[in-house]
């Protein structure tokens, strides 16, 4: 993964919304992550590597994990989702933590997806989700707002996934849908 994603037809960056039970929206940020070229590290994750960009540092190179909301670098998304997963639900893996023996719960989660998926795609979010510490994913192609009214009882995590092409975003998969643009 040497090689810049930025302004490559489809690698645009996706927008990740996480919602929680009970809290609401608590995370939204961007696929794009600044990778160091020589040593594959991570140096920046989502609207953090975005603004790193501007100004990036020698051996940095921008990549989007997601192409057209499709996990497309699966171990850059499974770290990124591990991470943005944390985050939202406010992990503390302090030294003290782990040494007194604290567990953490894993959440059941449910991924919106923006377009309909292959079976490859499909099993590439799934494990993404599980290596990011998941007891259960759902992939649905409901808009989030649809997505938490109808799986609210089974997941307590709602990640929706969108990515904007021309000029719309996509949302999902569905007939009716009214974001639907193909």
Known sequence: MTEST????????SKITIYVKNRGIVLEESSMALVNRDTGLIIAMGNEAEEAMEAPPTPAV????????IVAYFTLSANMFRYYLHRA??????????LIGITIKKPRIAVCVPEELTEVEEKAFSEAFYQAGAKKVYLSGLPLENAVTSLGKQCSVFVGITWSGKEKERFCINENCPHRIF
Do not use: C, I, T, W
């Not at 930025?6 to 960056?13: A, L």
């Not at 921008?62 to 909301?69: S, T």
């Open 6 to 13: 930025v302004g490559k037809r489809g690698f645009e960056p």
């Open 62 to 69: 921008a990549v989007n994990a997601l192409r057209r909301g």
């Open 89 to 98: 639900l406010g992990y503390d893996h302090s030294f003290v933590k782990r």
